[in-house]
């Protein structure tokens, strides 16, 4: 697979169903949620924003996106609910690697530079360095319409993972989050 | 990472954490098990009866090993517990690729053989076909004594995807599965 072909897939509505585990103490957590991926132009507003944010070329971009996300954990009565938009820099030598620049994090609310690598066998990884800890995850397709994540949580010698997360998405045929 | 390396470390016992995802209906089950993975010589009289079932020269096989596992699942009150000696047999003209012998799958009473192969990021990936389904296994190591393992089971059509689950393995101490 190609990294043009991995962006273009990932576009669309996918209904997520999401295990984390609490690795320490074996627990278990149970997210629903419906996540939007959302193409955007390289001349898009919010995209242009974050070049200047990161003093991007906006000619050195490729395939910016908006995701957006709501669901419910059982760990949790509050709805989880989100929106970041996030901009990928290939590496001019090597288009499988490169930089993806977003607004927010996932779990932070600070911006961040992550980095990506797709490998030979189509596993798409994204790392982010964060003070305290690193994101890692992992993303691949096993049919156009199904893709997993594995997600996880190191602290920032590398050493002790403290959380990992599977995600299951389907492609869904509605258009929007209701 | 060489595959050798990731055999090696695959030696030991393992508290394991895995999440099943029915995919057509959301459903989550949760299972907690022991899982032990015990060096076998290859002249072990298991090995070598795996060996004579697949017409194998015993001098063409590498790191063989028994798997031996106990747990309970959130879905079912009868505690899952069962073993099986593998063997690895690895191509010649490439080691990182390979089949695995069995002599019994896990979800399966039948005995049979897997391809293997280990990519260029450590991801050691097993598909086992057989006459209706077919089960991919993605194995990985987040450190030494932290494993990942995805499993899914796809129609034998390769289109559809029924369930697919998520280990998160924790190397123990103990030596046995008490």
Redesign the interface.
């Known amino acids: 697979m190609e990294i043009t072909e991995f962006f273009e897939l990932s576009i669309g509505r996918w ?1 997520s ?1 999401r ?1 984390g ?1 609490h ?1 320490a103490f ?1 627990h ?1 957590e ?1 997210v ?1 949620s419906d996540i939007d991926i959302e193409s955007l132009s390289t001349d898009d507003p919010a995209v242009l924003a974050i070049c200047q944010l990161y003093d991007t070329d906006p000619a050195s971009i490729t395939h910016p996106f908006r995701m957006t996300w709501k669901g419910e954990s059982d760990w949790d009565d509050k709805p989880i609910s989100g929106s970041t938009v996030l901009v990928p820099i290939p590496d001019a030598a090597n288009s499988s690697r490169g930089k993806l620049l977003r607004d927010k994090g996932y779990a932070e609310t600070i911006s961040a530079v992550a980095k990506y690598h797709l ?3 189509g ?1 798409f ?1 994204l790392l982010t360095e964060y003070e305290l800890a690193a994101a890692e995850e992992k993303i691949w397709f ?2 156009p319409n ?1 893709r ?1 994540r ?1 997600a ?1 949580i ?1 602290t920032s010698d ?2 002790g ?1 403290t959380t ?1 997360s ?1 995600s ?1 998405e ?1 492609r869904s045929l509605s258009n929007s989050i209701s």
Request: proline content about 0%.
């Open positions: 209904r169903q295990s585990h690795l074996a278990f149970q629903l490998s030979d066998d596993i990884t096993a049919t199904l997993f594995v996880t190191k590398g050493k993972v990992a599977f299951s389907i």
